[in-house]
Every structure is written in structure tokens, then in C-alpha cells.
């Protein structure tokens, strides 16, 4: 069994910058992919980002504000978020893939239970 917790959610002023992190524990087959999906009320859950193999991939709206990073010894994922923008305001959910892509839900092994982002005008 996996289980992922997410934190560092919180209410940042617009183009600020947050930094996520997500703590994994139990099998959670190393060489797969992890990643961040977001979703806002009334919205389909998105991809945002996520690294496998030392690759990393990002959806357009985010690319050049957020990095996805990995320690594998610490099990741990994270998202560094920057230049914050109201449209970034969402539930964040960490992921744990099936194999090697986790860019679609349908790819997605594992869920966090989420952490709530919440930029300010």
C-alpha cells in the first residue's frame, strides 16, 4: 500500500510563491512517475507536472513558474510554485503513476488527499 500526504498549501498575494511537498510512504515503486494535478471547483482535475527518470514535464500554463524536483531517499516530491497567479487557485493533489507517464488522471496508481492553494488579487 501507498499512501501520499501533501502540505504547504496556504493563501499567497498574487506573484508570490509557494512550495509544496509531498511525503510518500509504502511501496511506492521508486522508478515510476509522480506529478501534481490541480482542481478547481467546478473543473476537471488537471495535470500540472511531474518527473520520471530524471525527465521532467509541465503543463503550458505553468512551465517557467513551477519546478517539480524528487528526493528518492526522503521519498518525498515537490512543487515549487512561483509568480503565483489567480488562476492557479485550486486543490493541488499528488500523484503516484502506474508506470512511467502519470501525465493523464488515468495514468495515476496513488492519490493524495490534497492541499489547498489559494492566490489573492
Known amino acids: 500500500q501507498v499512501q501520499l500526504v501533501e502540505s504547504g498549501g496556504g493563501l499567497v498575494q498574487a506573484g508570490g510563491s509557494l512550495r509544496l511537498s509531498c511525503d510518500a510512504s509504502?511501496?511506492?515503486?521508486?522508478?515510476?512517475?509522480m506529478g501534481w494535478f490541480r482542481q478547481a471547483p467546478g473543473k476537471e482535475r488537471e495535470f500540472q507536472a511531474s518527473i520520471s527518470g530524471g525527465l521532467t514535464y509541465y503543463a503550458d500554463s505553468v512551465k517557467g513558474r513551477f519546478t517539480i524536483s524528487r528526493d528518492n531517499a526522503k521519498n518525498t516530491v515537490y512543487l515549487q510554485m512561483n509568480y503565483l497567479k489567480p488562476e492557479d487557485t485550486a486543490v493541488y493533489y499528488c500523484?503516484?503513476?502506474?508506470?512511467?507517464?502519470?501525465?493523464?488522471?488515468?495514468?495515476?496508481?496513488?492519490w493524495g488527499k490534497g492541499t489547498l492553494v489559494t492566490v489573492s488579487s
Open positions: 509504502g511501496r511506492t515503486f521508486s522508478p515510476y512517475a
Open positions: 500523484a503516484l503513476g502506474r508506470g512511467y507517464d502519470v501525465t493523464t488522471p488515468q495514468r495515476v496508481e496513488y
